[in-house]
C-alpha cells in the first residue's frame, strides 16, 4: 500500500454487544492525518461505544480498527495508548483526588524522557493558562469547564497522534462549550493532530471538524463535510434544531 | 493496667492493620471484597511453619520467603478466580471467593490436618519491665514490624510510580487504562502486596499467640475485615486506623469488662460508627454517580 493511501484511523464494519445487544451493527469509517473528524448523534447512538472500541475499552465482536496501517483492535488499551491514540472520557474521567499538576502529569505515563515532560507540562499551561493558575488544586475542586480543560491537557501529555475526544461539551454552559471547541480547533488547525470527536452538540462538532459521520442506533447513517452537513435540510432538522 | 492494655491492644491490633489492609487495597481498585483474603492469610501462616519447622529454617529468611509465596498465592487466586468473572455481577466475585476460601481451608487441612500447631518460633522470650508496665520482645517485634510495613506500603502508594498508578486505578479504572496504565498489572501487584502482608500478619501471629489452625482465616479475617469497614474501606490510612481501633477496643473491653466478650466488642464498636459515620472514620461519602 503506497503511503498517502494509509488512513489515520481506519474502522471496517465493527460491530460490538454488550451481552447480546448489539451496540455497533458493522460501522467504516475513515480519518485521514491531520484531519478532525466528528461523531455525531443522539444519546445511545453509538458514539462512545465506537471511541471505547478504538481504545480498547470494549472488545469488538467483529470487523477491526487499522490504525496507522495496523489491526489494533485485539491489543489492550496500555499498549494501544502507546501506540499514539489518547482518549479523553466522557465526563473528563479526571483524578479528582489528585492535584492538577499530578493529573497533567500522569498523562505522560508512558513516557520516560524528563525534560520534554516538563516542556510539554508548559505547552498544556500556555494551552489552558487556568490550570497553571490552580496547578496546586486538587483537581476535583476545579470547574466543569476546567476539568474538561485538564482532561484535554492530561490526554496531550501522552503526545498522541490521534485525538479521541468523547463529548466535551457535556455539562457545560455554552460559553465554555465555546472557549474548549475554540481549542479543540486550534489543537488541530496548529499542531496538525488527528482529532476523532464524539459530540451530541451537532453544532459546535460541526465547527470543529472537516468532515462528519451521523450515528443512528449503532449504524453510520450520513457522511459528509461539515459544510455539506449543515446545509443538509435533514441534518439541520434533526441535529441542529433549524427549519 | 490501662497502660499494659493498650500496649497489649497496639500490638494485636497492628495484626489486625496489616490484614485489613489488604482488604481495603483490594476493595479500593476493583470494588470486591475478597472474602479469601482470611485464608490467604492463614496458607501464609502455614507456609511460614512449613519453612521454619520442616525445612528448619532460619526466621529471617522464612519470613520473606513466605510472604513472597503468599504473594504469589495471591495473584494466582485473582488470576483463576476473579480475573475471569471482572464484568460479570458481584454475586459471582463473591460466590467465587467463597468457593477459593473453602478450597483453600480444605487443603491447609489434607497438608497440616485439622489439629492446632505450636509455632516454636525459636525466639528466646524475654520481658522488659518499666515501671509497672510488662512488654515482652515478641511483643516490640510484632509492633515494631507492623509499623515498619505500613509506613512502608505508605511510601510506596506516595512516593512511587506504581504507587501513583494504583491510586490512579483505584480511582477510576477507564481513565487509567487511557492514560496508558497497564491495569491488569496494577491488580495484581495490589494482591501480591496485600497477600504479603497478610503473611507476615500470620506469622506475628504464630510468635505471638505460638498456635496456628487452619481456619484460623475465618476469625482473623472477619476481624480484620471489620476493621476494613470501620476505617473506611477502600482507604490505606482508614485500615490502618481500623485495626488499631479493633485492636485496642477489644483487648480493653476483654479486660475492664469480660474477656468472653472479646469479639463482641469489636463488631459492637463497627456496628455504633457505621450509624452515625456510615462510610468509615476515613472513608470518603461515595456518589453514585449517574
Redesign the interface.
Known sequence: MMKNNVYALEIKDLQVKYGVIPALKGISLKVEPGEAVALIGANGAGKTTTLHAISGIVRKAGGSVIFDGKDISNSPAHEIVSMGISQVPEGRGIFSNLTVYENIKLGAYLRKDEKGISEDIQKVYDLFPRLEERKTQLAGTLSGGEQQMLAIGRSLMAKPKLLLLDEPSMGLAPIVVETIFRTIKKINRESGMTILLVEQNAQMALYAAHRAYVMETGEIVTTGTSKELKANDEIRKSYLGLH | MFTQQLINGITVGGIYALIALGYSMVYGILRIVNFAHGDIFMMGTFLGLFFTQSLGMQFYIAFPLSAAATAFIGIFVEKIAYRPIRIADKLAVLISALGVSIFLQNLAQIIWGTETHAFKSGIEVSTFKFGGLILSNIQLIVIFLSCVLMMGLYFVVNKTKIG??M??TS??L??A????????RIISFTFGIGSALACIAGLLVGIYYDAVFPIMGYSYGLKAFAAAILGGIGSIPGAMVGGFVIGIVETFGAAYISAGYRDAFAFGILIIVLIFRPSGILGKKLVE?V
Open positions: 501513583v498508578a491510586r490512579a480511582h477510576n477507564n481513565s487504562k487511557l492514560i496508558g496504565i497497564n491495569t491488569d454517580k
